[in-house]
């Protein structure tokens, strides 16, 4: 039987999209590289935000037109949405057939065997907090960057975040069974490596903390560059600032999500950290990594923030020049202590001060690309521009997008080019010494 997983969200469920295709691919099933010809669709959700969830409702009703053509079909959820609306996303649409939740994906293969023995919906969706799908070995999709997951959960409660609710505490794998996987995607050909969690500074196990795990990863020989995400502020230690310093491998890349430049509105958003501490992190970074790439989250219009505190939020983003932001309008998540906040900011005023963010991240992103004409990168080529044949593109350590024209047998390779325009969020460039 052949499955299609259609995913939603951050890396996270990217990650667990592989992990579910390998619990089903060990148990007999296949994967379908087309919808068309599955057995089963699995939507991987997202609950971040309000629009996240609408876009794959309406994904899912539009699928289940396939059940008229094709009465065997089954069609399922899993995820954070299936978490957290659990047999509510049933009455909302009777012809999904099964609920799994993001602790529960092992019990995949006996659910959908059921199904077609006895065509009654199911829903699993009791939060494990000890489950690390410990050896269940990733299907990395893509060809040379892979995500290793090093953490589940989290226990900060951010008051606008629903992830705690839906993934369950913090538990850190085996540092083993991390290395293993790392050297493992390396030897598969996947040089550039993510380790990923909800919040990877706090990665604690057996008394190995975040900053020993990179530099026990540093040393594995299969692998040329690491990357790690989501780093908290409160928890991005200078030990950690350290060994990203000292460590070649670990990219001069890091995103670090900052909410809101304003002290207030920080505390009711429970982030531990002040407006001063993260611009203080930013300033250890840049001195330890003067060519760092340091990449953010923010949110506009949370319940409260008055035109004062949205001023703080602006002007720190115009200071610390961030190269990159996603910013987001503040979208209130039921279940969480933000959505209860009495006072809740106009969607107008949300638009209006996001667009504002925007605009000037924009400028900031313009200015940030320009200052690479000029240098030299190393590139690590993925792949035949979209725009001309005749072009290869690749990212650079501190994750930007370059295109240069070579020849397609340089894919897979790193080369270093020399950057001479920046046309948007893309560089140009050419090989160094035309080699
Ligand atoms: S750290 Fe905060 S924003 Fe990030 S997942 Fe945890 S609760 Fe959500």
New binding site residues.
């Given amino acids: 039987m052949k499955v299609f997983l259609e995913t939603y969200g951050c890396q996270m469920n990217v990650a667990d999209s592989e992990l579910v295709a390998s619990i089903l691919t060990n148990t007999n099933f296949k994967i379908a590289e087309n919808i068309d010809e599955a057995d089963i669709i699995i939507f991987n959700t997202c609950s971040v935000r309000q629009h996240a969830e609408d876009r794959v409702i309406g994904r899912i009703n539009n699928e289940m037109a396939r059940k008229v053509k094709n009465k065997n079909l089954k069609i399922g959820v899993i995820g954070c949405m299936a978490q957290r609306l659990e047999e509510k996303l049933q009455e909302q649409n009777s012809s999904i057939d099964f609920i799994v939740g993001t602790d529960q994906y092992k019990k995949l293969p006996e659910i959908i065997f059921n199904l077609f023995e006895n065509p009654e919906f199911c829903s699993e969706t009791i939060v494990n907090n000890n489950e690390i799908y410990k050896d269940i070995y990733p299907i990395h999709k893509g060809r040379f960057n892979a995500f290793v997951t090093i953490m589940r959960g ?5 008051s ?5 609710y839906v ?1 369950g505490r913090e538990r850190s794998r085996p540092v083993d069974d991390v290395l293993n996987d790392v050297q493992k995607v390396g030897e598969m050909g996947f040089k550039d490596v993510t380790l990923l969690g ?2 990877v500074n706090s990665y604690n196990y057996q008394d190995v903390n975040f900053a020993e795990l990179l530099r026990q990863t540093n040393k594995i020989k299969s692998i040329k560059r690491i990357r790690f995400i ?1 780093s ?1 502020p409160k928890d991005l230690s200078d030990e950690v600032i350290k060994v990203m310093a000292e460590s070649e491998k670990v990219c001069e890349h890091l995103h670090l ?1 900052m909410q809101s430049g304003d002290n207030e509105i920080l505390q009711r958003m429970n ?1 531990g950290y002040t407006a001063e501490h993260f611009y203080n992190i930013v300033q250890k970074l840049r001195k330890a990594m003067p060519e760092i790439a340091i990449t953010t989250d923010v949110i506009a219009g949370f319940p409260g923030e008055t035109e004062e505190q949205f001023q703080h939020t602006f002007d720190l983003m115009k200071k610390i020049e961030f190269d990159y932001a996603f910013t987001f309008k503040y979208s209130p998540r039921e279940g969480t202590k933000a959505a209860e906040f009495s006072n809740q900011i106009l969607e107008e005023t949300r638009l209006e001060r996001l667009k504002q963010l925007i605009n000037l991240q924009q400028d900031i992103t313009t200015k940030k690309y320009k200052e690479q004409i000029g240098k030299t990168k190393e590139i690590y080529v993925e792949k035949v521009s979209k725009k001309s044949d005749d072009e290869l593109s690749g990212k650079s350590r501190d994750f930007k997008i370059t295109v240069f024209k070579g020849d397609k047998s340089l894919i897979g390779k790193f080369i270093n080019v020399r950057i001479t325009d920046a046309i948007g969020w893309t560089l140009k460039g050419e090989i160094e010494n035309g080699k």
Avoid: G
């Fill in positions: 989290c226990n900060n409660f951010c606008y975040c629903i992830v705690p993934r909800q919040n989501t908290h999500a982030r």
